[in-house]
């Protein structure tokens, strides 16, 4: 694959044009995580431009500069990011000051690497918080109902799941997505120990 692609959202879906011909991510030699998050993009982006905030619209178009990065990286040259809500279009990829220069000439900041020791201790924070409190309301539920205990953990885990799912690749809500996540995980294990251990 080569140079001179724009990376557009259209009706819910992440498009890729050069010389004014649409193309679909999944049909070119691309890893299909990155396609699956384009097309996810466009997906997002087209839900906030119903009506959500302008804040939330700035997110998604940062995340389309992510992609756009990533997609810049995967082909070794430049991709026009056209973002979905001001139609500005931005040059991604290599450049001679190794950052991206928008239309009108203002530099776009590179994605910042990721902060991995301050996420995971989120992570691990709202893991601890999550299991402590599941593993405490589970205890005084069991000792009424162990049916109850089981129905509540399951109502509180479906409750959660969307959540975690939409935040997995948000760039700060994610280490509390993954921590609920392992929070729910180690609290059904402790329970499940628990009914194993001796009582």
Same mark, same amino acid.
């Given at each position: ?102 239309? *009108?000439?203002? $530099? =776009? ?7 991995? &020791?301050? %996420? !995971?201790?989120? +992570?691990? @924070? ?41 935040? *997995?690749?948000? $760039? =700060? ?7 609920? &996540?392992? %929070? !729910?995980?180690? +609290?059904? @294990? ?10």
């Amino acid at each position: 694959m080569d140079t001179g692609w724009e990376l557009h959202a259209r009706s819910g879906r992440a498009v890729l044009v050069r010389g004014g011909a649409e193309h679909d991510p999944a049909r070119l030699r691309l890893p299909e995580a990155l396609v699956a998050a384009l097309h996810e993009w466009a997906g997002v982006a087209e839900l906030v431009q119903t009506g959500e905030s302008a804040q939330t619209g700035e997110i998604v178009s940062r995340r389309g500069r992510q992609l756009a990065v990533r997609l810049a990286a995967e082909t070794g040259g430049r991709v026009g990011y056209v973002d979905p809500f001001s139609g500005e279009l931005a040059q991604i990829g290599q450049t001679r000051s190794a950052h991206a220069i928008s239309r *009108r000439g203002r $530099p =776009i900041a590179p994605v910042p690497p990721t902060p991995w &020791a301050t %996420g !995971l201790t989120i +992570s691990a @924070i709202v893991a601890v918080i999550v299991a402590v409190t599941l593993a405490v309301v589970s205890q005084g539920l069991a000792d009424v109902s162990g049916v109850l205990a089981v129905f509540v953990n399951v109502a509180i885990a479906a409750g959660f799941a969307p959540s975690i799912w939409l935040g *997995r690749n948000v $760039p =700060i809500w994610r280490w509390v997505a993954f921590g609920t &996540a392992a %929070g !729910l995980v180690v +609290s059904w @294990i402790t329970g499940i120990l628990s009914l194993l251990g001796p009582g």
